[in-house]
Nanobody, 127 residues
Framework: QVQLVESGGGLVQAGGSLRLSCAAS????????MGWFRQAPGKEREFVAA??????????YYADSVKGRFTISRDNAKNTVYLQMNSLKPEDTGLYSC??????????????????WGQGTQVTVSS
């Protein structure tokens, strides 16, 4: 019923920028919270950023490791969530996935707080 498709990943040098997109079908994203996660080989999936539904103010949240460098946003007309990534570091390398927040859950930093994951887009930052 719900499909999420990420795009915009690639290979960049340290200090560079990328803009990831998460396009949705089957669900109006403004009515639900959205999150971005990343996973590097051999590591657990890590919270990156989240944005709440428009009804509660589209509030944004970030992992400490990306604060000041990444920005999550939503374009309601395009039903798309974005992750602008600046000043990229090699440790930002990973498969980046977007997901819908589970309705009614109070948390937003655990993968268990989300459902309907996209396929992911690879981000590789060279040193």
């Amino acid at each position: 019923q719900v499909q999420l498709v990420e795009s915009g990943g690639g290979l960049v040098q340290a200090g560079g920028s990328l803009r990831l997109s998460c396009a949705a079908s089957g669900r109006t994203l403004s009515s639900i919270g959205m999150g971005w996660f990343r996973q590097a080989p051999g590591k657990e999936r890590e919270f990156v950023a989240a944005i709440t539904s428009a009804s509660v103010g589209s509030i944004t949240y970030y992992a400490d490791s990306v604060k000041g460098r990444f920005t999550i946003s939503r374009d309601n007309a395009k039903n798309t969530v974005y992750l602008q990534m600046n000043s990229l570091k090699p440790e930002d390398t990973g498969l980046y996935s977007c997901a819908l927040r589970r309705p009614g859950r109070p948390g937003m930093r655990s993968p268990d707080d989300y459902t309907y994951w996209g396929q992911g887009t690879q981000v590789t930052v060279s040193s």
